[in-house]
């Protein structure tokens, strides 16, 4: 049994210097570090998170929002939420963060190879759904079909923004855009993200969904995806949030019932922890 | 649309699926086929409810007038139904519905469809539980809008 004065886990606590090349505020409460790894490269797989340290500040779990296929640039999409998010929103360029990680299990693109992706993101859940659909876009014979249904509450909000447009102009992927609220110079789909469902077909027996948001939208989506389109709970895969001190399962500060988030998770087979997302004090 | 093209029309619409030929020539009698430009008003909130409508192709805003400006708050596409202020006294609309992108429809007269489905009741019943069911998924995803759905993740 490995204890915290172990080599092993010393080497995991110690966060790495990474240099921020540059901050980029992509909402009101929203912004993106782009990182460099002091080796020039930093394997991960979509999904993953790091713990990212403002030095003297604090540690807070990050989820990774780059490609894969890009290792010497890591992008961290954070919301300004508290002290630490906050220190890591007033970093420049030349300044450096700690980093942890990666940790946490990823999505299953490797296991659902030849299916159809259903992507579903809330808000800010979109950041940590990009490796994956830049994953698929970049090995886009590996997946059949590939649909990103992304909602959020008004078009101010709306995160990477831009590049949704880029993709609902590709034809090789169906990219849709709701909002909850809009005026008239909005000219896209007014609602929950819950009723682009019924408005792409996809085949239940051949199909993946990936799901990211606030447990409410997960846990809505994926009633409406098993009751509303047959498919089944094991293939949805949701991505859980909780404060985490570790990331390496010793603490206990993210247990979620039974699991550890930072390592049974973040990414979870919905029956594993569906169940789970109504039960106050979890 | 002869009345031939409209029960085929009906019978490929999501919410019709499932009614009988006999069943959709009845309804197809108070119905034809409407189109609008981008833009178009379709109707106004607050004036006469005096139609039904079933979106074939397009989106239509749904809008309501807040401290001056338009606020759209739930937009319709292919294959939904448009308005049930023709359902119940005052037959008034509550909302707005606007063209998003060019629009056809099948727009049904309200006096007629309601005399339709009075003298019809296991149609009627049945119409009415479609709606009801409409009306139920509505409720429920405005209730979701209420609420800070997209709030906390990251």
Sequence with gaps: METLTEPAVIDQMTPVPFRVRSVREELSHTFTLELEPPNGSFEFLPGQFTMVYAFGIGEVPISISSSTAKPSTILQTIRRTGAVTHALGRLKSGDYVGIRGPYGTPWPMEAIKGRDLLIIGGGIGLAPLRPAIYHAMENRDDYERVVVLYGTRTPDDILFHNELQEWAERTDITTLITVDAADRSWNGAVGVVTRLIGRVGFDPMNTTALVCGPEIMMTVTAERLVEGSSLAPENIYVTMERNMKCAIGLCGHCQFGEKFICTDGAVFPYPEVGGLFDIKGV | ?154
């Excluded at chain 2, 001056?68 to 308005?83: A, F, P, S």
């Design chain 2, 1 to 154: 649309m002869t009345e031939q093209e409209l029960v085929v029309a009906l019978g490929k619409h999501a919410f019709f699926e499932g009614l009988s030929d006999e069943d959709l020539s009845k309804l197809a009698g108070a119905a034809a086929e409407i189109e609008f430009e981008s833009g178009t008003v379709i109707f106004k909130e607050g004036g006469p409810a005096d139609a039904a409508f079933a979106i074939i192709s397009g989106s239509v805003a749904l809008e309501l007038g807040v401290g001056g400006r338009e606020l759209i708050i739930q937009t319709l596409h292919d294959g939904e139904m448009l308005g049930w202020g023709w359902l119940y006294p005052p037959f008034r609309w509550s909302f707005s519905a606007v063209a998003m992108h060019p629009v056809r429809m099948l727009r049904f007269d309200a006096t007629s469809l309601r005399a339709v489905l009075d003298d019809n009741c296991a149609l009627g019943y049945e119409v009415m539980k479609r709606f009801s069911g409409v009306m139920t998924s509505r409720l429920a995803a405005t209730r979701l809008q209420l609420v800070d759905f997209y709030g906390n993740a990251n």
